[in-house]
């Protein structure tokens, strides 16, 4: 169908969704408590807000992430090609992992992997 | 009937026949979007009851078993549940993000369609660049579930949504590492020219050990990275509550819910694309007749049929192993599957290269 396809998937989405939120406001009977809003917590008064530092962490992991997602992208052209290029792409790819992975054993070094 | 890319071609020529160009164009871009709001639907409630079926008969014990023959139409009644449930809100959220995550849930999950190919030449887009976009599109899935853990403002819902954030990127990686592998033997990236490439036999027989590596890599990683059990840490029901979606309810949770296994048909669908050959029948080398008779089953039959059977896999995972904890789960990933991974890609390079699949 061509590129359009993504224009007409997207618009299903969105009306499928909305239409979906418009049928149950139709059907839904409104009732109004003040304890209703607020947030779920076992029916204890929340403590704090949530808004606020949590592990680093999930930074870290974030981070590394980023990095081996941009080489994995990296790869898809490469991978593409390997049968016609033969023996050449092996070595390059093998080159291009032993200065990834190094970079990876330095993160694991580090203790960047590790959780805490 | 199984015919599917008959009837659409049928449809096509009817509208070209009956409409001017530009009028038969919309007309067909419509009946795409309704079918495909339609196989949203019918895939959703197909995949809960099929899940508590399957959950049940795994436990020793029937499962729903009230609305319908043998509880088939429980879902549906679900479903009536959730349309006339009231959809609340927090005081406190973020409600702009909060009504927006859901939608964007949806709208990846929906656009993960495009590229896949359902039956022989029936395909919404077959772009070359296929096996890419899904795994571009796939990663936007995470914003909506952080968006939605973000505006809660519910501390559970924070944490859920870190934990899965965290889970999905990291195996994200391994995921992308097994498709590559595919990529490798059947050099294009068109999903239409991977699936041909399997003409005379399925990757997964084809390509020795290495390949057989590469799907029990993708299958751990889809597992994890469609927040399913043994990896569901994002809502651990025991210390969570509900994870990122605690706060939501009503049609907005329904909305999380039928993207969340749609997704899981995706995977399981790119997994079947990919390894067992999509809508590609049964094909051994060159034993003629046999290929012959294998062609008789419908192209359709054989891609829902690969799929469900992956999705049944998925299923049994969650009720053999115990859930990990989230050291553990990310000691998994990177400690072994992305090194394994790795290693796997260069093994899969010298097969390609000295052409010793069949």
């Given at each position: 169908?061509?590129?359009?396809?993504l224009?007409?998937?997207?618009?299903?989405?969105?009306?499928?969704?909305a239409?979906?939120?418009?049928?149950?406001?139709?059907?839904?009977?409104?009732?109004?408590?003040?304890?209703?809003?607020?947030?779920?917590?076992?029916?204890?008064?929340?403590?704090?807000?949530?808004?606020?530092?949590?592990s680093?962490?999930?930074?870290?992991?974030?981070?590394?992430?980023?990095?081996?997602?941009?080489?994995l992208?990296?790869l898809?052209?490469?991978?593409?090609?390997?049968?016609?290029?033969?023996?050449?792409?092996l070595?390059?790819?093998?080159?291009?992992?032993?200065?990834?992975?190094m970079?990876?054993?330095?993160?694991?070094?580090?203790?960047?992997?590790?959780?805490? | 009937?199984?015919?599917?890319a008959?009837?659409?071609?049928?449809?096509?020529?009817?509208?070209?026949?009956?409409?001017?160009?530009?009028?038969?164009?919309?007309?067909?871009?419509?009946?795409?979007?309704?079918?495909?709001?339609?196989?949203?639907?019918?895939?959703?409630?197909?995949?809960?009851?099929?899940?508590?079926?399957?959950?049940?008969?795994?436990?020793?014990?029937?499962?729903?078993?009230?609305?319908?023959?043998?509880?088939?139409?429980?879902?549906?009644?679900d479903?009536?549940?959730?349309?006339?449930?009231?959809?609340?809100?927090?005081?406190?959220?973020?409600?702009?993000?909060?009504?927006?995550?859901?939608?964007?849930?949806?709208?990846?999950?929906?656009?993960?369609?495009?590229?896949?190919?359902?039956?022989?030449?029936?395909?919404?887009?077959?772009?070359?660049?296929?096996?890419?976009?899904?795994a571009?599109?796939?990663?936007?899935?995470?914003?909506?579930?952080?968006m939605?853990?973000?505006?809660?403002?519910?501390?559970?819902?924070?944490?859920?949504?870190?934990?899965?954030?965290?889970?999905?990127?990291?195996?994200?990686?391994?995921?992308?590492?097994?498709?590559?592998?595919?990529?490798?033997?059947s050099?294009s990236?068109?999903?239409?020219?991977?699936?041909?490439?399997?003409?005379?036999?399925?990757?997964?027989?084809?390509?020795?050990?290495?390949?057989?590596?590469?799907?029990?890599?993708?299958?751990?990683?889809?597992?994890?990275?469609?927040?399913?059990?043994?990896?569901?840490?994002a809502?651990?029901?025991?210390?969570?509550?509900?994870?990122?979606?605690?706060?939501?309810?009503?049609?907005?949770?329904?909305?999380?819910?039928?993207?969340?296994?749609?997704?899981?048909?995706?995977?399981?669908?790119?997994?079947?694309?990919?390894?067992?050959g999509?809508?590609?029948?049964?094909?051994?080398?060159?034993w003629?007749?046999?290929?012959?008779?294998?062609?008789?089953?419908?192209?359709?039959?054989?891609?829902?049929?690969?799929?469900?059977?992956?999705?049944?896999?998925?299923?049994?995972?969650?009720?053999?192993?115990?859930?990990?904890?989230?050291?553990?789960?990310?000691?998994?990933?990177?400690?072994?599957?992305?090194?394994?991974?790795?290693?796997?890609?260069?093994?899969?390079?010298?097969?390609?290269?000295?052409?010793?699949?069949?």
């Amino acid at each position: 169908m061509g590129s359009s396809s993504l224009i007409v998937l997207a618009l299903a989405a969105i009306v499928f969704s909305a239409g979906a939120m418009i049928v149950s406001r139709i059907f839904v009977k409104r009732t109004t408590n003040p304890q209703k809003g607020e947030p779920y917590e076992c029916g204890i008064p929340t403590e704090g807000s949530p808004w606020k530092q949590f592990s680093v962490g999930y930074y870290l992991f974030a981070l590394i992430f980023l990095i081996f997602d941009v080489e994995l992208i990296f790869l898809y052209p490469w991978a593409v090609v390997v049968k016609r290029v033969g023996w050449t792409s092996l070595i390059e790819i093998i080159i291009f992992f032993f200065i990834l992975f190094m970079g990876f054993l330095y993160a694991h070094k580090k203790g960047a992997l590790k959780w805490m | 009937m199984w015919n599917l890319a008959g009837i659409s071609e049928s449809i096509q020529n009817g509208l070209n026949r009956a409409l001017s160009p530009a009028w038969a164009l919309t007309v067909e871009m419509i009946i795409v979007g309704i079918s495909v709001i339609g196989l949203f639907a019918v895939l959703g409630l197909i995949l809960v009851i099929m899940e508590r079926k399957v959950s049940a008969y795994m436990q020793v014990r029937l499962g729903p078993n009230r609305v319908g023959p043998k509880g088939m139409l429980q879902s549906l009644a679900d479903t009536v549940k959730l349309l006339v449930k009231e959809g609340l809100t927090p005081d406190k959220a973020d409600k702009f993000l909060f009504n927006l995550a859901p939608f964007i849930a949806m709208i990846a999950s929906m656009l993960l369609l495009v590229p896949i190919g359902f039956a022989k030449n029936f395909q919404i887009w077959d772009l070359n660049i296929g096996v890419l976009y899904l795994a571009a599109i796939s990663s936007v899935s995470v914003i909506s579930i952080l968006m939605a853990g973000w505006s809660s403002n519910n501390k559970y819902s924070l944490l859920g949504a870190m934990r899965s954030g965290a889970q999905i990127v990291s195996y994200e990686l391994s995921a992308g590492f097994s498709i590559l592998a595919i990529v490798i033997l059947s050099g294009s990236l068109r999903i239409s020219d991977i699936v041909m490439a399997q003409e005379n036999g399925w990757w997964i027989f084809k390509g020795h050990i290495p390949v057989l590596i590469a799907f029990v890599i993708f299958l751990v990683a889809v597992t994890a990275e469609t927040n399913r059990a043994p990896f569901d840490l994002a809502e651990a029901e025991s210390e969570l509550t509900a994870g990122f979606h605690t706060e939501y309810s009503g049609m907005k949770f329904a909305l999380f819910f039928l993207a969340e296994y749609v997704n899981v048909f995706i995977v399981c669908g790119i997994g079947a694309t990919l390894f067992l050959g999509g809508w590609m029948p049964l094909h051994i080398g060159t034993w003629k007749a046999f290929n012959h008779i294998m062609d008789y089953i419908p192209s359709s039959i054989w891609f829902f049929g690969k799929t469900f059977f992956l999705i049944f896999v998925i299923m049994w995972f969650r009720w053999t192993f115990p859930r990990l904890r989230i050291d553990q789960l990310l000691n998994l990933e990177w400690k072994y599957l992305l090194p394994i991974s790795m290693v796997n890609i260069l093994l899969i390079t010298l097969v390609a290269i000295m052409q010793w699949h069949f």
